[in-house]
């Protein structure tokens, strides 16, 4: 794991700002907004210039899907240790950047030593936002302006209780400081989001918000996915916009949300595919570890929406069940709105794949929305089924290689329509020989590129 603390000069002297005068300060702006409409307004405001001002999405469309197959398994334990390190390469790549600390820095404009931060993790139910992977963020964090930013200018947020949820100071402690751990929204009383609903000072009162949702389904007919987008339910009071695609659009659009969510990190360590939000991880026919091991990472809520609903419906499809169309994902994209990207046309997708890494360190990055994902099963005895998905319909082959690159066996040569795709292997050669125990190849050829992919038969 690469630890990089080189600091940007650039990035101002602003005086640090403690805990206890962050938390000061919110309880300031909620007392400010119970006196009175004057007081609030000019609270108000102050915080959409500052918001306005900071922050306009220099990433739209850019997203990173990273699989890693060993950090955590199904039902397993997770390695906090990799997680961590998933987490900052995954930024990296992000911002185009061999370095840590300066990738984390650029995805915030204007960072000076006393910004203040806000991170939405969703821990309904026992499919959550695994407090491995945000520490992962807080440590990426703590490597900023040199080693020296204070993460206990960093609240961790949500109205589930988060330490029963594995969320403890002490996981969270770098350079002898911690974040604050709530379980609570902390809404306004005076500020209205959406009809009588209130928008959480956390969220008033940050510089930059990380939004670091599951990955789930939802059981409600409106949402039918319950990623970045839908995480901001729990930063209201009342939370009972559920199924309200408006009130999420107007959330999502507001000024002290969507200028300042400069980082969106969808965990899907785990993740649901059907059924509502209490349900538990489920095993994934579409990973051979029986769980989808993948975090997304991008600046572009709408675009986290439309893979993460992408990678649902390809395990969906699996099943032989109807896919989640979510049509607010492209509403969010187009007026009144305009939160992101939808068309994958206009993405920069960024897949990789760590299984790669005894290939060559760069061979598990693909950019553009054809990529090889995992075969199922891996290791395999007696058959696989590989599976690749292209951005546009076109020709494609599939072969398999040895160890030495000869050619073994000749799967497909045709054309393939858009989206995921699957061709079976049973382990045998073109005259119908089974194929010894070993590690194979499977090259998928497709029109300006070639993937390779290393299988593993276990006889």
């Not at 940007?8 to 938390?23: I, K, N, T, V, Y």
């Not at 997680?83 to 650029?106: K, P, S």
């Not at 061709?423 to 029109?447: H, M």
Request: proline share 6%; glycine share 10%; aromatic share 8%.
């Amino acid at each position: 794991m690469q630890d990089g603390r080189n600091g940007w000069g650039s990035l101002g002297e602003a005086p640090s700002r403690s805990r206890r005068d962050f938390l000061k300060a919110s309880a300031l702006a909620a007392a400010a907004a119970a006196a009175g409409p004057s007081i609030a307004g000019r609270r108000l405001r102050s915080g959409i210039a500052a918001a306005t001002e900071r922050r306009e999405n220099t990433m739209p469309g850019r997203i990173v899907i990273f699989h890693d197959p060993v950090i955590g398994g199904h039902l397993g334990e997770i390695n906090k240790d990799r997680v961590e390190g998933t987490v900052h390469h995954g930024v990296r790549i992000l911002a185009g950047i061999d370095d840590t600390a300066t990738a984390f820095e650029l995805l915030f404009p204007g960072l000076h030593s006393g910004s203040t931060f806000a991170i939405k993790v969703n821990c309904i139910g026992p499919t959550d936002t695994r407090w491995e992977a945000v520490r992962g963020v807080v440590s990426g964090l703590s490597l900023m302006l040199g080693g020296t930013y204070d993460v206990s200018q960093v609240i961790i947020y949500d109205p589930h209780n988060l330490h029963s949820h594995g969320y403890q100071e002490d996981e969270f402690t770098f350079n002898g400081n911690y974040p604050l751990i709530s379980h609570t929204a902390n809404c306004s009383s005076s500020y209205y989001v959406y009809g009588n609903h209130r928008l959480s000072n956390y969220l008033l009162d940050c510089d930059y918000v990380i939004n670091f949702p599951a990955l789930k389904s939802h059981s409600n007919g409106n949402n039918q996915i319950t990623v970045a987008m839908k995480n901001h339910y729990g930063s209201c009071c009342s939370q009972g916009l559920c199924g309200n695609i408006t009130g999420m659009l107007t959330v999502n659009s507001d000024p002290n949300v969507g200028p300042k969510t400069c980082l969106v990190v969808t965990d899907g360590i785990r993740g649901t595919y059907n059924g509502g939000p209490g349900e538990p991880p489920q095993t994934w026919n579409t990973f051979a570890e029986g769980t989808p091991n993948t975090l997304l990472l991008t600046t572009d809520p709408v675009t986290n929406e439309y893979w993460a609903r992408d990678m649902i419906n390809a395990e969906r499809d699996s099943h032989g069940w109807s896919p989640k169309p979510c049509p607010w994902i492209e509403e969010a994209s187009g007026d009144p709105w305009y939160l992101g990207i939808s068309d994958p046309e206009q993405m920069t997708v960024i897949y990789h794949d760590v299984s790669f890494s005894d290939v060559s360190d760069d061979a598990g990055i693909s950019v553009g929305a054809s990529f090889f994902v995992p075969n199922v099963p891996n290791p395999f005895t007696q058959a696989t089924t590989l599976r690749f998905r292209l951005g546009k319909p076109g020709p494609a082959t599939l072969l398999i290689a040895d160890a030495s690159g000869r050619i073994l066996r000749r799967l497909a040569r045709r054309e393939f329509p858009a989206g995921y795709c699957e061709v079976r292997w049973d382990g045998r050669d073109d005259k119908g020989k089974q194929a010894p125990s070993g590690t194979y190849f499977a090259r998928l050829e497709t029109a300006g590129a070639v993937r390779t992919r290393p299988i593993l038969l276990a006889r």
